[in-house]
C-alpha cells in the first residue's frame, strides 16, 4: 500500500521536473542560440542537477523535439479548430480570418526552431526526425481540408489536400522569416490572411 501510495507523488514529480527543464531550455535557447547552449547551462536554470536531466532527455536535440511537439500540437490545435467551426461546410475567407487570428507567432519560439533548423541541417538524423514532426503539423492541416472538400472546392492546382496543406504550412513558413526580421506581428498576420486567402480561394475570397 505504501508503494502504491508514492508512485502517483513520484510521477508528478517527474512530470513538473521534465516541464521545468523544458521551459528553462527554451529561455536559454531564446537568449543564447541552440548550438551555443550545454546541458549544463540548461540544469543550471531549471535548478536542477545533470542527472535530472538524463532521467528525462538522452540528449539537448531529445529536448528541442519535446518544445517542438508542444508548439505544433498547439499549432495543429489552433488551425483544427478554426477551420472545426464550419462544421462540413468549410466557409475558407471566414476560416483564415480565424486562423491568422489565433495562431501562434512567438518570436522567441521562431529565433529557437530557426536556430534548430540549421542544426538539423547538419545532421541527417535530425533532419529526419524534424521531418516527421512537421510531416505531422501537415497531415492535422490536410485531415481538415479532405473533410471539408466534399463542400468547398479546393483550387484545382494543388490536386489535393495534402498538398494544399503543403502550401499552408509553406506559407506561414514564409511569413515568419519575415517576421524573424521585421518583429512585425501584426504584419504578419495580415500577409499571412492574404496568402491563406489567395491560396485557397480564387483570390477574391471567393471559394474556387
Sequence with gaps: MAAERTTPRVTRRRVRTRANLLDAAFTVFAAKGFGRVSIEEVCEAAGYSRGAF????????ELFFALYRQRADLIAEQVSGALAQDGPDLDVPAAVDRVTEVLLLDLDWLLVKTDFLVHAAREPAVAETLLEHRARLRGAIAERLARAQGHTELPAVFGDSDAAAHAVVAAYDGVTTQLLLDRDVESA??????LLTALLTDGSGTPR
Excluded: E, G, I, V
Design 54 to 61: 538524463y532521467s528525462n532527455f538522452d540528449s539537448l536535440d
Design 189 to 194: 498576420r495580415t500577409w499571412l490572411k492574404q
